[in-house]
């Protein structure tokens, strides 16, 4: 997607050859045209398929996710990041290691907004170990439903996250793909 490839060079910052910041316009201040268009494309790819609902992870994929869910005229769910796990009958908990914070939290999903009849579509800002993904996919298997489409917004390819799924078999579109932070360069896949 050529505008938010724009914006990760014009305004992201390299902070090693691991990570990218993109507090600009993704995860602190939030670009609302550019998510616009996110949700656009997500859509557009995606139509295809039939989607019950959007499920994202909180907090950085709630505005991609919500655009997405829009435009697919669905609810989105909010999988929830819990500290401790909580033993309760009425959620489904799954413990998912963090990338960005070296911690572990618990993606946590009220059984009220699942059944087993949704076909669910996981919208991420950033795919890198796949651990938020396989989380998220947990929780939606663990309700009986299917994931039936992971949305990105930035892959960083040279992290496992993206094999990991496509062996998996899941149907990955990711709006921009990284191929290198080497040097404090930001290089894409072709
Ligand atoms: P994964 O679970 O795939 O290892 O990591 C994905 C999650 O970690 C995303 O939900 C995102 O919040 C965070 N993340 C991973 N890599 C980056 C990065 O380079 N920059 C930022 N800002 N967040 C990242």
Not at 11 to 18: A, P, T, Y
Not at 154 to 160: A, D, G, L, N, R
């Given at each position: 997607m050529d505008l938010l490839k724009k914006m990760i060079l014009d305004?992201?910052?390299?902070?090693?050859?691991?990570i990218l910041k993109v507090d600009s316009f993704i995860n602190h201040q939030v670009d609302s045209k550019l998510m616009e268009e996110i949700g656009l494309e997500f859509y557009n790819y995606f139509k295809k398929v039939n989607i019950t609902k959007v499920f994202t992870i909180e907090s950085s994929g709630i505005a991609p996710a919500l655009m997405t869910s829009y435009n697919l005229n669905v609810p989105m769910i909010i999988l929830k990041k819990q500290t401790s796990s909580i033993l309760n009958d009425d959620i489904y908990q799954t413990q998912v290691k963090s990338f960005t914070k070296n911690t572990t939290y618990n993606l946590t999903l009220s059984k009220e907004y699942i059944s087993k009849d949704d076909q669910i579509l996981i919208i991420d800002d950033f795919l890198a170990n796949g651990e938020a993904a396989k989380g998220a996919i947990e929780l939606v298997e663990n309700a009986g439903a299917k994931v039936v489409g992971i949305g990105i917004v930035?892959?960083?390819?040279?992290?496992?996250g993206r094999k990991f799924l496509d062996d998996l078999g899941y149907d990955v579109y990711s709006l921009a793909r990284i191929k290198s932070l080497k040097e404090n360069k930001i290089k894409f896949v072709d």
């Open positions: 305004k992201g910052h390299v902070i090693d050859e691991n930035i892959e960083k390819s040279f992290q496992p």
